[in-house]
């Protein structure tokens, strides 16, 4: 039998997005944050020792002999507290962290919170509900460069965004421990407000859940929104330290739920991350296989020998892509897809496209030409096997593949200086089944992507802020591949800019000079980075317009060869570098 928590890991990765995370104050105990028994036993020796006792073994015991009644977290805060900020008040000093507390690493992020956190950073996990009121999840997740959207009240709800277009949404059901509106007590405890209860019941509905350090007997309102759920979508999982309480039970037996024994929420969370992050990279081409190609490629480019072997690799590979485009997984493109479907389609495309276009890369830096047609074949077969009808979203991310060969084939031929071969890749004319043919330049480059709007890369995990998500993006993945052929992390980002901004230039060649120099506002064109990064933009065009090298790009072709269309092409990116550049 396959143990839980793989199954769990394993669903999490083949699911992006999907699960919710529900965090109860066992996740916050290695930080030392008392939960509501340590409280309400630590409240219980307070209220003995206003009496004059001070020296009890067991506290409860001592409660039930003085009161006659067991002692209970509510009924403590609510009859040693009279109003909502009294309470906080009494619960501030369990959860604030002193300045001996942070020497000590107490209350600060547990190894728990940082795996929710690289989880959420990963894009594994978008919604988080704590019944907690410390501030340790959105210090674990600051640290990893998420910042989260947190919902503690009815105002922060009325004021936040939908789930789907947050990179990470915490809901925070009893408040903050800095709010005065915190709900603590049975009598807050028994319902919430109908906001939260339609909240909750959208989550439970449309979201896998995953629940850990709750024990289900504190909150009967959240209990209450997990039974009206219906069974259904995506299945609930629960990590149970020791033997469940009796409304775990009942809840466990209603949803037909998967349970996990775990020792601890930290080793519970830190195992989870870690078999996530090994099953996503599995998913991945092996480094192995990928080294083996690679070093294959070039055993093939050493000598005109090899050509037919080229040859077969690059139809071998192409056949691949082709094949689950057609046939595979990727073959079905029906439905309304959420954001974590189209993400999770993206990541699948780049995945499958990055052998075919780490070898285009290396054809181009050590090719003699013979690769080209091979390759202009391999993306016009991408491009017209790609799917051509169903949700429009999907088919859009179908020629990814496509995408990925244009830049890397480019970038290899920039590096060894091959400009009239650089020129004919960028100007080529590619066509989808059953279209007519469209510039490359205006299909499958940079900010121009047929079929997808660049806002939508900024739904990556890390991406909702960036100027230019798509080229960051490439920056990030794209630009290291070059490894492959020799430049290291600078280099490759100035050939990465070089190709940018030189496909900028081919794709205004069909203005006119006269035209361009006629500009009093910008003509759209691809761009990325160098259209916001002035720096970046300047020492391009110089490496550019050196000595020798200038006049090497206009005598293949760029800017029709033309030093007045160069720079009525460069009079346009300044007018929309003004534009553009935030």
């Known amino acids: 039998m396959i143990e839980p928590d793989t199954r769990l890991a394993f669903s999490v990765v083949e699911n992006p997005g999907v699960y919710a995370l529900l965090i109860g104050s066992g996740v916050s105990r290695s930080a030392q944050i008392p939960t509501g028994w340590d409280i309400t036993l630590d409240l219980v020796r307070r209220l003995a020792a206003a009496e004059g006792v001070t020296d009890e073994r067991d506290w409860a015991a001592w409660y039930r002999s003085r009161f006659k009644a067991d002692p209970g977290y509510s009924s ?12 906080r008040s009494v619960l501030h000093h369990y959860i604030e ?35 907690n009121f410390d501030r340790l999840i959105e ?43 915190i709900r603590n007590i049975d009598d807050e405890l028994g319902s919430y407000p109908a906001e939260f209860d339609a909240l909750l019941d959208r989550i439970f509905d449309e979201h896998g859940l995953v629940v850990a350090g709750w024990s289900g007997e504190w909150d009967p309102a959240l209990r209450a929104a997990l039974t009206r759920a219906p069974n259904r979508r995506y299945p609930l999982w629960w990590a149970m330290h020791g ?16 349970t996990i024994p775990i020792e601890d929420a930290d080793r519970f969370f830190v195992n989870l991350a870690a078999a996530v992050e090994t099953l996503a990279a599995a998913r991945r081409p092996s480094p192995d296989t990928i080294e083996l190609l690679l070093a294959t490629t070039k055993r093939n480019l050493s000598g005109p020998q090899y050509r037919i072997a080229l040859a077969d690799t690059i139809t071998d590979q192409t056949q691949r892509v082709v094949a689950h485009l057609v046939d595979g997984e990727l073959a079905t493109i029906d439905g309304q897809p959420t954001w974590d479907r189209l993400m999770e389609r993206w990541r699948t495309m780049e995945s499958m496209g990055e052998p075919l276009a780490r070898v285009a890369g290396l054809a181009g830096r050590w090719g ?107 920056v990030e993945v794209v630009v290291p591949w070059q490894r492959d052929f020799g430049l290291m992390e600078t280099a490759a980002l100035e050939n990465y800019h070089m190709v940018e901004l030189l496909g900028g230039f081919v794709a205004l060649e069909g203005q006119s000079a006269e035209d361009l120099a006629k500009l009093s506002e910008f003509t759209w064109m691809p761009f990325g980075q160098t259209m916001w990064n002035g720096s970046a933009r300047e020492r391009t065009l110089a490496k550019l317009e050196a000595p020798g090298l200038f006049d090497d790009l206009l005598a293949a072709g760029f800017s029709n060869g033309s030093k007045d269309h160069w720079n009525g092409v460069k009079r346009n990116i300044d007018l929309l570098a003004r534009r553009v550049g935030f």
């Open 243 to 258: 033997e469940p309480s009796s409304a775990t039970s009942d809840v466990v037996a209603l949803k037909a739920a998967g």
């Open 139 to 181: 210090g674990a997740l600051v640290a990893v460069g998420v910042e989260p959207v947190v919902i503690s009240s009815v105002d922060d709800l009325a004021g936040a965004s939908p789930l789907t277009h947050n990179r990470c949404t915490l809901i925070k059901l009893h408040g903050d421990y800095l709010d005065n509106r």
């Open 368 to 474: 003699s030409g013979s690769e080209f047609p091979l390759l202009e074949d391999a993306l016009r077969e991408l491009m017209a096997r790609a799917p051509q009808t169903g949700n429009s979203a999907l088919v859009g991310v179908s020629t990814y593949p496509a995408y990925l060969i244009l830049l890397s084939y480019a970038l290899g031929l920039a590096k060894a200086g091959r400009w009239e071969e650089l020129h004919r890749w960028l100007d080529l004319k590619i066509a989808r089944r059953d279209r007519e043919p469209r510039d490359a330049m205006f299909s499958l480059f940079m900010s121009y992507w047929d079929g997808v709007e660049a806002e939508w890369w900024k739904h990556w995990p890390g991406m909702e802020r960036r100027k230019t998500a798509w080229a960051d993006h490439l």
């Open 76 to 87: 403590l805060l609510d009859s040693l507290s009279l109003t909502a900020a009294e309470r």
């Open 97 to 131: 962290p002193t300045a001996e507390d942070l020497k000590e690493e107490r209350r600060v992020p547990t190894p728990a919170h940082h795996a929710i956190a690289r989880l959420v950073r990963d894009g594994f996990i978008r919604v988080l509900i704590t019944t």
